[in-house]
């Protein structure tokens, strides 16, 4: 764990965070070169994963950051976690947290802030969560009342301003991030795949030469893999050469697993990244995310690959940026897996239609980088501190 530095004359901000992912690594680097310009210091906290986190395999560690320890308890069935991070945030005079519930080092931060209004504090997210049931809806109500208690709010989205707002938060104390990741990155590696990267590939992974789709990211429950396993084989049975490969790690990958054990069409690998990640973009003509959307939605974008989702309140903020028939396909919420199939095949089916699409996926990346979602973090910083 890193020493504290003595505090100097430098405004100082401590962002924390319970682990950080490879995503978010360009995003922080590129925060602190821009603070540092302006003559204000930029400490990222973060822990080892931990929990239902621990499975991802999508965490790193960054040379200057400071990583802390971390303890986690069950309480009435939920898994909570407390971070050894006092120390810095009351080093900074502004502390930028995740707005999670489960985060209970939040809980004092606000406190502390409420009695002494130092250090000023931030939420970075997206404003609530998804909840279910009776207790899911007593922690949404409490979140709610949270999210009016800090000095300043990083939103995600314009949608989430609008979720601010109607809390009566005041809007001039939000910043926008239009949430975003690395697709500068991205672009790089999918220029770089030639073809003969592309049948490496099919030829490494058993894959033939019809259509293929893929699911990337974290396997957990709100993803609904058991619903994509089943229209899967309800394309297959209408396009016979159709495959899908699901990338990823997380809580529910068994049910992946077993699906490719059960189905040689379908296929299990490991989290990807980089160029591993790009090859299978390119491979692939669409993303199939039936479930939870959020960061993929770039991904997507950068890759000209439409998604085809459902309708649903388990999306994250970034549901904003696909628009059904534009750059993506939404069905209803009530979809069936065979609805969801039918959609998949016309895409598969259709060249005007995936052509369509595609272009609409590249005009939308062209309007989220992470160079801009930096920047409008630290304009967001400034204000906060003035």
């Known amino acids: 764990m890193s020493n504290i530095r003595p505090r100097s004359r430098r405004p100082r901000v401590c962002f924390l965070t319970l682990v950080l992912t490879h995503y978010r690594v360009r995003f922080h680097e590129l925060v602190r070169e821009q603070l540092s310009r302006k003559g204000i210091e930029y400490d990222l906290v973060y822990s080892d994963p931990i929990g239902d986190g621990a499975h991802k395999g999508d965490t790193v560690e ?12 069950r309480l009435f069935g939920q898994e909570l976690y407390w971070q050894e991070a006092l120390n ?10 995740s707005q999670e519930n489960k985060l209970l080092v939040n809980y004092v931060l606000q406190t502390r802030y409420w009695l002494t209004g130092r250090p000023r504090l931030a939420f970075f997210g997206h404003g609530k969560g998804h909840g279910a049931g009776a207790f899911g ?14 000095h300043w709010w990083f939103a995600y ?7 601010l707002r109607s809390y009566g938060f005041p809007g001039e104390r939000i910043t926008v991030n239009n949430n975003t990741i690395d697709v500068d990155e991205l672009a790089a590696d999918l220029s770089s795949i030639s073809l003969d990267d592309v049948a490496a590939f099919r030829r490494d992974h058993q894959l033939g030469e019809g259509p293929v789709c893929a699911f990337l990211g974290s396997i957990y429950p709100k993803k609904r893999i058991s619903f994509l396993i089943e229209a899967a084989r309800e394309i297959r049975r209408h396009i016979p050469n159709f495959e899908l490969v699901i990338a990823g790690a997380g809580s529910a990958l068994e049910k992946a697993k077993r699906a490719a054990a059960q189905d040689d069409f379908i296929k299990f690998l490991p989290p990807s990244f980089g160029r591993g990640k790009a090859t299978l973009l390119r491979v692939s003509s669409a993303l199939l995310v039936p479930g939870a959307v959020g960061l993929i939605a770039i ?5 000209a690959r439409p998604i085809v989702t459902c309708a649903a309140h388990d999306h994250g903020p ?8 534009t750059n993506a396909i939404v069905l209803p919420r009530e979809a069936s897996p065979k609805e969801y199939a039918a959609q ?11 052509r369509h699409l595609s272009d609409g996926a590249l005009q939308a990346a062209r309007r989220y980088s992470i160079e801009n979602m930096a920047s409008n973090v630290v304009d967001g910083v400034q204000r906060a501190l003035s």
Do not use: N
Request: net charge negative.
């Open 157 to 163: 989205t314009p949608g989430v301003v609008d979720l």
């Open 344 to 354: 998949v095949i016309r895409l598969l089916s259709d060249k005007e239609l995936a």
């Open 318 to 325: 970034e549901i904003d940026y696909l628009d059904d028939g």
């Open 137 to 150: 809806r007593s922690r949404e109500a409490w979140k709610r009342f949270l999210a009016t208690r800090v």
């Open 88 to 97: 810095f945030a009351a080093a900074a005079d502004l502390t930028i947290v």
């Open 62 to 73: 960054l040379a200057w950051g400071h990583k802390v320890p971390v303890r986690s308890l």
């Open 299 to 303: 991904d997507s974008f950068a890759a």
